[in-house]
């Protein structure tokens, strides 16, 4: 593809992203409204957890997610949440089961910072674990909502369920399956690509 071609493709998945946040954004805020008030009335805290995120080209970034997790839970435990984390709270629990706590991300969407399909954005200890190559194809592209590699790991949380290190279990078991998707994602991305994932993605949620 010419980079004229390359350059329209970008404005076209940019404008797609803004009109499906921005719908996304006014149809479901009764039910973020909800939420947020659920999460405040069970503990003390934020109702955002703002955690740092790489973004495209490297570029850090602070997350929107519905805080799933008692206060300082980055000090109790790693990155990786297994579904009997002690640290998630009641409405955490029912939450991470139907990636509700990720809805907040269409305000990432809106301001440009993530796409509605890309490589999950991870933190800085992951990305500095990828290979030169890896870090040059996948942070070549916004990271995503969703994508096939979510798609693979839509119960992330129940594969770690029960392991005496989840973040050794992550590490091992999903993460290299991960990378290897995501890879292939970025490789063939296109706008009906983007569709089926989207389309798949909402499925995964509602049944």
Aim: proline letters at 6%.
């Amino acid at each position: 593809m010419s980079s004229h071609g390359q350059e329209n493709t970008k404005m076209f998945k940019r404008l797609f992203d803004i009109i499906l946040s921005l719908i996304g954004l006014i149809a479901a805020s009764p039910l973020l409204l909800l939420i947020a008030v659920l999460i405040k009335k069970e503990s003390k805290g934020p109702v955002f957890f703002r955690g740092q995120r790489i973004g495209k080209n490297g570029e850090p970034f602070r997350i929107f997610k519905f805080r799933t997790m008692v206060v300082n839970a980055d000090k109790l435990g790693g990155p990786s949440t297994a579904s009997d984390d002690p640290r998630l709270t009641k409405i955490g629990k029912f939450l991470k089961k139907y990636q509700l706590d990720e809805l907040p991300q269409l305000i990432d969407v809106l301001q440009g910072k993530m796409s509605l399909v890309g490589p999950r954005p991870e933190v800085l200890f992951y990305v500095n674990m990828l290979s030169e190559e890896e870090k040059k194809i996948i942070l070549s592209i916004s990271p995503g909502m969703t994508d096939l590699a979510s798609l693979a790991n839509f119960h992330e949380g129940e594969i770690l369920k029960g392991s005496p290190d989840p973040e050794k279990t992550y590490q091992e078991k999903i993460r290299p399956a991960k990378l290897k998707l995501q890879m292939e994602y970025v490789k063939n991305h296109s706008f009906w690509l983007d569709l089926k994932i989207i389309f798949k993605t909402v499925l995964k949620v509602l049944f």
